[in-house]
């Protein structure tokens, strides 16, 4: 360990980083626990996004669910020859039946 005090990363506003100086080894310690607290609540917030398009996508899928299929029927993927395809799947006592629905890509 270096006996000069570290350099703060480039994209640290100069701001922040002389305040940072500033402060005890516990105060500085409880500012990392929450700025990664922080960083963590904010890449979920960004997420939220993309999971409301994937249940909204799951959701207008499961209304094309044929009638042989029940309600309680996930969707699920299988890789066949390098081919990827969607499949209704559920358990029907001991077994678990599947039901094809069509392929992940489409276009391919």
């Given at each position: 360990?270096?006996?000069?005090?570290?350099?703060?990363?480039?994209?640290?506003?100069?701001?922040?980083?002389?305040?940072?100086?500033?402060?005890?080894?516990?105060?500085l310690?409880?500012?990392?626990?929450?700025?990664?607290?922080?960083?963590?609540?904010?890449?979920?917030?960004?997420?939220?996004?993309?999971?409301?398009?994937?249940?909204?996508?799951?959701?207008?899928?499961?209304?094309?669910?044929?009638?042989?299929?029940?309600?309680?029927?996930?969707?699920?993927?299988?890789?066949?020859?390098?081919?990827?395809?969607?499949?209704?799947?559920?358990?029907?006592?001991?077994?678990?039946?599947?039901?094809y629905?069509?392929?992940?890509?489409?276009?391919?």
């Amino acid at each position: 360990m270096s006996n000069s005090p570290p350099t703060p990363p480039h994209n640290v506003p100069s701001g922040i980083a002389e305040k940072l100086t500033d402060q005890s080894p516990d105060v500085l310690r409880d500012i990392a626990r929450y700025a990664d607290e922080l960083a963590e609540y904010r890449e979920r917030e960004a997420q939220l996004p993309e999971q409301d398009e994937q249940d909204e996508e799951v959701e207008a899928e499961a209304d094309d669910r044929p009638d042989d299929v029940p309600s309680k029927a996930t969707i699920t993927v299988k890789e066949i020859n390098d081919h990827r395809y969607y499949y209704w799947q559920w358990r029907d006592g001991e077994k678990i039946k599947s039901k094809y629905k069509g392929p992940v890509d489409p276009d391919s």
